[in-house]
Nanobody, 119 residues
Framework: QVQLVESGGGLVQAGGSLRLSCTAS????????MAWYRQAPGEQRELVAE???????NYADSAKGRFTISRDNAKNTMYLQMDSLKPEDTGVYYCKMGIWTVGAYKTFWGQGTQVTVSS
């Protein structure tokens, strides 16, 4: 059984920074693309940033220049450094990973971590 556990969310003032982490545990043979999504109240979940195995990152326009996604394959962990935060960054942040585990390749989601940016 594979689980993703997120941490690092919280309340921060506009202009501040937060660093989110997501660690996968369980029977893991390899991890392909890792990604962060955000779901604001009343909105659909949307991609914030993603990083495949070759490290070629992709960001939503709203995140470019302010957020940095990275991964530590040895630790099965992904990070999202968020700087110059804005109130519109508020939402629940979910991590997603494509993982080769026992018997199959599956997509797993974390439980979500709340990020609130006050003006």
């Amino acid at each position: 059984q594979v689980q993703l556990v997120e941490s690092g969310g919280g309340l921060v003032q506009a202009g501040g920074s937060l660093r989110l982490s997501c660690t996968a545990s369980g029977t893991i043979f390899s991890i392909n693309t890792m990604a962060w999504y955000r779901q604001a109240p009343g909105e659909q979940r949307e991609l914030v940033a993603e990083i495949p195995t070759d490290g070629a990152t992709n960001y939503a326009d709203s995140a470019k220049g302010r957020f940095t996604i990275s991964r530590d394959n040895a630790k099965n962990t992904m990070y999202l450094q968020m700087d110059s935060l804005k109130p519109e960054d508020t939402g629940v942040y979910y991590c997603k990973m494509g993982i080769w585990t026992v018997g199959a390749y599956k997509t797993f989601w974390g439980q979500g971590t709340q990020v609130t940016v006050s003006s």
